[in-house]
């Protein structure tokens, strides 16, 4: 009886050892099925990225042919289009179209400056500060940020003047009409202040 009890004991340790070693391994399959199915998400998400990729490789290297005549358009609009209204901005883009397109130089038919120059939390910032949001007004604003010279903008209807007022509350002001208008300018210019006319 005792050697039977001994090994009813040893069959016991065996069968609690096998029950034990049959856990770890349906845990260690549990672990491995969901390694599987993230390692599955994850090459699933890399193909549909691969094609992204693939796409904008392709739209980059489009870019990247008309990167020379794209620089072009923003340079003439940046340094050329500040004291015209919108119908001599326009003018100008399109005369400096036809001047790529005479040279053979590529760019873009479709080409947003003003998007390419500034995102929409710059235009609703602008917004907040009191710029109007037509195209003129913010065609001046991106004028204004981004340009490296001084700029001349023609604002007859006064839209734009109350938001340079507001950027630069150290500009002088003055009006044609007065005769101190040429000395205003002057003291600006020696000065590095804005000017409003």
């Given at each position: 009886?005792?050697?039977?009890?001994?090994?009813?004991?040893?069959?016991?340790?065996?069968?609690?050892?096998?029950?034990?070693?049959?856990?770890?391994?349906?845990?260690?399959?549990?672990?491995?099925?969901?390694?599987?199915?993230?390692?599955?998400?994850?090459?699933?998400?890399?193909?549909?990225?691969?094609?992204?990729?693939?796409?904008?490789?392709?739209?980059?290297?489009?870019?990247?042919?008309?990167?020379?005549?794209?620089?072009?358009?923003?340079?003439?609009?940046?340094?050329?289009?500040?004291?015209?209204?919108?119908?001599?901005?326009?003018?100008?883009?399109?005369?400096?179209?036809?001047?790529?397109?005479?040279?053979?130089?590529?760019?873009?038919?479709?080409?947003?400056?003003?998007?390419?120059?500034?995102?929409?939390?710059?235009?609703?910032?602008?917004?907040?500060?009191?710029?109007?949001?037509?195209?003129?007004?913010?065609?001046?604003?991106?004028?204004?940020?981004?340009?490296?010279?001084?700029?001349v903008l023609i604002d007859p209807q006064g839209q734009g003047r109350a938001w340079v007022a507001r950027r630069h509350?150290?500009?002088?002001?003055?009006?044609?009409?007065?005769?101190?208008?040429?000395?205003?300018?002057?003291?600006?210019?020696?000065?590095?202040?804005?000017?409003?006319?």
């Amino acid at each position: 009886l005792v050697e039977k009890q001994r090994e009813l004991d040893e069959m016991k340790a065996r069968f609690k050892r096998a029950l034990d070693e049959k856990t770890e391994l349906q845990m260690d399959a549990e672990g491995t099925k969901r390694k599987l199915v993230t390692a599955e998400t994850l090459l699933t998400g890399l193909d549909s990225e691969r094609e992204r990729w693939h796409t904008q490789i392709a739209s980059n290297s489009d870019l990247t042919k008309k990167l020379e005549g794209n620089a072009a358009r923003i340079s003439t609009f940046l340094c050329y289009c500040s004291p015209f209204n919108q119908k001599y901005r326009t003018a100008i883009l399109n005369a400096s179209v036809m001047d790529l397109e005479d040279r053979g130089i590529e760019h873009s038919f479709t080409l947003d400056i003003e998007s390419l120059l500034i995102d929409d939390k710059k235009r609703r910032g602008w917004a907040l500060e009191g710029l109007a949001l037509d195209t003129h007004s913010t065609q001046n604003a991106v004028i204004v940020e981004q340009s490296q010279k001084k700029v001349v903008l023609i604002d007859p209807q006064g839209q734009g003047r109350a938001w340079v007022a507001r950027r630069h509350p150290n500009a002088l002001e003055s009006t044609f009409e007065s005769g101190e208008w040429m000395k205003i300018v002057g003291q600006a210019a020696r000065e590095g202040r804005p000017v409003i006319l």
